[in-house]
């Protein structure tokens, strides 16, 4: 874990809440690029006179993220967890409206699930916040490249800078590169995206077993039925935040893992 100190934390939320935003942000996460709605304007965390709204889950005193951290006898690409205990990690692409983000968050909390989520670069530039938020509700935060474009597609210059690019705003706002990283517009890292991810201090990248399919927007049954159709124990789940569809189907997906005995973790409770 990064240390900082009380005064060097006060820096980083700082210069979090200056950070501008970095462009709009590339839709979906399939090959396909499926678009999620677009996000609510910067205005949704500004109270009517203009000064930020008090967020009821920020620490007085955040400590830094947790840094990446090798697991040994796990794969550099990881797809899922030990099968011999009854976890599961339910995995976010962090982009989307916040106000839907923090509606999810809230239901998983209420449920006592911890998650993990996965940040857009230019989704933290434009509401820093979030990233507070996330680690505040006890859920782990990574990177999921800058602008959400198809890495595995890019040069390795451009890859590169598409990693390092969300790595410094998380750094910049929590202390920490994130916890995890997981490619933009693909289930699996290339050869060349593992490297370079390697090279940028994550030691796995993070892929998953179980696909929601929520971006295609199928309806709150349809993922509901999805998840829980496929899902064992160390299952690695991939959903989605910005999707209404995603929350209303998140308590009975819940509710159903309960029943079966199996434990929302965050990835990093998965493997340990």
Known sequence: MVRVTTTDRRGVLRAGAGLVAGGAFAAG?????????????????????GSPRPDPHASATPLAAPAPRPFPGQPTQITHGPRDRPR??????G??????????LGEAEK?????TVLAVGTWLDQYPQMARRILDG???????????LAVNAMSEADARAEITGCADRLKRLTGSIGSWFRPSRAPTASPLVQRLARGAGYPHVLSYDVDSLDFTRPGAGAITRKVLGEVRNGSVVSLHFGYPDTVAALPDVLKELDRRGLHAVTTTELLS
Not at 31 to 45: E, K, L, N, V
Not at 95 to 104: F, H, K, N, V, Y
Not at 111 to 115: E, F, P, Q, S, T
Not at 138 to 148: F, K
């Open 29 to 49: 996460c399939s090959s396909t690029g499926a678009a999620p709605p677009p996000a609510d304007s910067a205005s949704s965390s500004v109270s009517s006179a």
């Open 95 to 104: 982009q989307g409206d916040p106000e839907i983000a923090r509606t999810l």
């Open 111 to 115: 449920h006592g699930a911890r998650l």
């Open 138 to 148: 006890g859920h782990d935060l990574g990177n999921h490249t800058q602008r959400h």
């Open 88 to 93: 599961v990690a339910l995995t976010f692409h």
